[in-house]
């Protein structure tokens, strides 16, 4: 009769439903924990496990601890203690173990049970088999919210599902060679019904398929090689682990979790002999043993429930024995004699190497240059051929020769189908945008005034018009035309319109920008004889100019080789040598995109990034000044992404008066006496960074 241990608690406390008392009895191989509660709860609690440490917590929801202390001793098969502890609303139940264990969940009126079970089995690679299944609710029908993939940091692909709430029922086990999750009286949306190719990943994992069955959902996850599983939900979230296995050969369970994991035996043998106690542990593990007849004595064991892996791993210790795994067969023998033997196979694959004829192998090389495989086989610092084997190539045909023993030849095919791939590309796009926004403005007045002297002739500007003469000599120095003069009896008189034009005191102009021309605006008054003439003209100009130049140079170039390209001119200048000497250089003043892509296990580009903006600028004697705008940096960008690397931004502000002193201060009337000009100069460049890894099945036009 197995041993039962039960805890009655003391009377319960709030909230109204509490958990009043657990039981824990072993039934078979499987451990049975029974919480009575004082009230039936409606759903099974939700449940997650850990790996490291091994443990399995369940979360009661509206339920308290009334057994009177948290934590509770059990020591009952794997199970060690309980931990109990109430926040608020929620009571977390923790069950603390020697190994991991699946376990399944029922409620049985007013308690919950809670079956824990061995592992099922080990797949045929050496995985370990976990079964995780939980109960659903009766009364609804859930749903899949999203499913997503992540790579851990110890290489493990992570499948990540978020349900629509935590009581969902889930059933995990393995199929073959394929892990399969159903989702029980669940929901799933039309978008993520597909199937996700994770090679790209490197992880165990290598494509996900998720589809509607009935009214469940079904998840097929397909590992390769080695692996194991870990299954584990908190909250919403339902998350599955597959992790790479690293298989040793001197472990008789393959695995990364710690500890012995093998199946649990109770064994008594006083003073038998070792070779029959290791065949027996043998047949019982399943294992195809060869024991050396050098393992002799006799041994004594009082052993209980301790792992099968454990108990060979103590009588190896005792009698200082170690063993060799080939394929399916193990090799038990003394420590000694298996070093031996080893040190003498060495010996004979180094005389069969010495001995054994040489043979002459030809490879097409498809995707490398010859020349790179020879010397990576033959390289001083780690030579892969033997002493006498030797490789040359031919540089026509691209083949490479390689002359050494078979063993050697097979072990050079490897390495030449490993490194002989398809390069990868990448499409670099850069966009360098400059914007510039421009203001200016400019206002300036042209004052005159003219009247007649005491003679009745013209005056403007300090000078006097009187006279045949001085009208002959302005027309034949065409200051006057035809139309300008008027006959008076014998000779011609300017007309006084004619001289408007000249007879400007102040003259301050607006000036025009960057080919802007500024508005004028001017009017002239007069009195009723016309014998006075006041002119004022003015001249005004605003510009906002707003301009964006976007430079887009791309390039396409293979994983880790460099690539440039430029556009631009070469400029001329006089350089001088030390004797005095000149002569004509060429410096370029080019827009250049200098890059080196790499692209990286998960995924994305890292890439080593030259960027220059030339421009050409003011003229010297000794030639043209070169504007640059250059960048270099390293950069890691998600495949598609975009970056921007840098960003110049410049303000130029200037404001200029010119004015007649005095006058030019004067309010309101100094406007007609003074010049002024305002400008405002923006510019903005950035530059922006697209990598994108071309796909080998799509072809670039």
Known sequence: MLPIITLQAAEPSSPANAIQAFHVAQQGGNILVKFDLKEPLANPPVGFSIANPSRLAFDFIGVGNALGKNSHTVNEGDLTRLDVVQVGERTRVVLNL????????????NSVLVTLSPLEATTSDGARVEHFVREARPDALHAVRDIAFRRGKDGEGRIMVDLADAGTGIDIRQQGKDLVVDFLKTDLPQNLQRKLDVTDFATPVTQIVTEKKGDSV????????????????????????VKP??????????????????PRISINYQNGDVRALLR????????????????????????????????????????????????????????????????????????????????TESFQINYQKAKQLQELLTSKDQRMLSKRGSAVFDERTNLLFVQDVPIRLEEVRKVIAQVDIAVRQV????????????????????????????????????????????IKQQYAQGWLEQSQLQWIGPEYKVQPEALINNLNQVNLPATGYKGVSPTEFSFTLFN?????????????????LKGKVVSSPRVLTSDQTKARIEQGVEVPYLEASSSGATSVVYRKAVLALEVTPHITPDGKVSMRLKINK?????????????????????????????????????????????????????????????????????????????PRIVSETVAIR
Not at 528 to 544: C, G, M, P, R, Y
């Open 245 to 262: 296995i690293v298989e040793d050969p001197n472990k008789l369970v393959q695995g990364t979790k710690i500890g012995y994991q093998g």
């Open 98 to 109: 020697v190994r991991n264990l699946s376990y399944t969940t029922r409620i049985d009126g």
């Open 218 to 241: 079904h998840m097929t996850i397909t590992p390769k090689g080695l692996w194991e599983y870990n299954a584990y939900q908190a909250e919403n979230q339902f998350v599955v682990e």
């Open 427 to 470: 499409m670099i796009e850069a966009r360098i945008v400059e914007a510039t926004d421009q203001f200016a403005r400019n206002l300036g007045a042209r004052l005159g005034i003219m009247g007649k002297d005491r003679y009745g002739n013209w005056g403007g500007q300090n000078q006097l018009i009187a006279g045949d003469a001085y």
């Open 528 to 544: 009723a004889a016309k014998t006075k003439f006041l002119n004022l003209e003015i001249s005004a100009l605003e510009a906002d």
């Open 280 to 359: 027996l542990m043998a047949e019982e593990l399943g294992l195809n043993a060869v024991i050396s007849e050098t393992v002799t004595g006799t041994t004594t064991l009082v052993l209980k429930d301790v792992p099968a892996d454990q108990v060979i791993d103590i009588i190896f210790q005792q009698k200082g024995l170690d063993m060799r795994k080939n394929g399916n067969v193990i090799l038990i023998a003394p420590r000694d004699e298996i070093a031996t033997r080893e040190k003498l196979e060495f010996e004979s694959k180094q005389q069969t190497e010495d001995l054994e004829p040489l043979r």
């Open 614 to 690: 030339d421009a050409i600028g003011a003229e010297t004697r000794w030639g043209a000044i070169i504007e640059t705008k250059k960048v270099e940096t390293d950069v890691l960008v998600d495949n598609g992404g975009t970056i921007v690397i840098g960003g110049i931004y410049e303000i130029k502000t200037r404001d200029d008066v010119n004015k007649v002193p005095l006058l030019g201060d004067l309010p309101v009337i100094g406007f007609a006496f003074k010049n002024t000009s305002r400008q405002n100069e923006k510019t903005e460049l950035l530059i922006f960074i697209t």
